[in-house]
């Protein structure tokens, strides 16, 4: 059986103010004609269609529109799971009509849900067990005031718990689907900026072990794509496209796994190139004006860090005449010069003095003549307004 994997859409997302459904409208017919290219017997959604629990009506239409050309036009099966950023019972809503035309979507966790079952062309009949993220408040009711049933590792181990009791009744494969935060052996590689951590530095973490007897975990959450076991049969497939600019150096895709009647799963990395690509550069302003080798820059989402001081006037601007989709404009600290300090208790400091200390910290360098004549004009504005 072969499947593709994929998680982490996040739909209607917006990047500092610009809307990148344009771009995942063009990652996803990409990822129509991998399906159409690999004729795969599934394909697998982990979680986090949307960027929202109450999504754009914008990123709604993209989602049917996507689904309804995986099911109609390439004719393959989808079994998809709700994330963190979704509204489980959104995701959920019709799923008991949709799974009777291959379409089958978990929003809530529920630990008496029947595995999907699925047959390829050969005979090969696999059992996907579903689970959706689980708030642990959610979990507590559904497994009652257990232990571990208020943790984010508690809760998944629970639904692993009861899969594992429908895995023994089954001679069937198994492929888990989950969205979670999981560990392996090796520290998990994410950035920051990207995904909020279900829990902070990674404890509360299910281990990768724990998925040992399923033929291939497809994991959702974290956005780089990554094994979390040798030979990858515990896998993030990582996010459809690059949302934070600290993934800037992440190569996005899909996954392709392969499963035999035995054996370990055969897993492949198979890019996808996106319609604007997301980047980061650095230098002066009039080096990256200027720069011949930063042209394949300038069709990119761009984020500037700019080693000007004193920084330059209207630096964004004139960075949008070359690279007109620069979104982040970022500076680095100066570390020349002396810096005044300010002190929050001293008595009656001249305005004018207190001006050039405050412009001497933040430019590293005097104010200006012009500066200084802009200062006293502003200032004796302001005590004219004060006795009037």
Known sequence: MRIVHLADLHLGKVLHGTSLLEDQRHALAAVVALLRGERPDALVLAGDLYDRALPSAEAVRLLD???????????????????????ADHVGFGSWLFSR?????????????????????????VDFHTLPYVDPEVARVLFGDSEDAGTHRGSVLALL??????????PRRAV?????????????????RSERALFLGGAGAVP??????????????????????EGGSVRYAGSLLKYS????????????????AEGPARVEHRSIAPRRDLCRVRGSLEELLRDPALARFEGAYLSAELTDHPRPLQAMDRLH???????????????????????????????EALFQEFYQRFRAEPPTDEALAVFREALADARRAEGA
């Open 321 to 351: 005449k070359r690279f007109p989709y620069a979104l982040e404009l970022r500076w680095t600290k100066s570390s020349e010069g002396p810096r005044a300090v300010l002190s929050p208790k001293a008595p009656r400091v001249d305005p």
């Open 176 to 192: 888990c689907v989950v969205h979670a935060l999981v560990q392996g052996e090796q520290p998990l590689s994410e950035c920051p």
């Open 208 to 229: 990768a072990r724990a998925f040992e007897g399923f033929a291939y975990t497809a994991l959702g959450h974290l956005h780089r794509p990554q094994d979390l076991t």
């Open 101 to 125: 035309g291959a379409l089958h979507v978990r929003g809530r966790a529920d630990p008496d849900l029947e595995p999907v079952t699925l047959t390829d062309k050969y005979g090969l009949s």
């Open 161 to 170: 718990h009861r899969a594992a009791e429908q895995r023994g009744r089954s």
């Open 65 to 87: 529109d996507f689904l309804r050309e995986v099911h109609d036009g390439c004719g393959v099966p989808v079994v998809a799971i709700a994330g963190n950023h979704d509204s």
């Open 245 to 260: 600019f600290d993934e800037a150096s992440h190569d996005k895709g899909a996954t392709l796994v392969s499963l035999e």
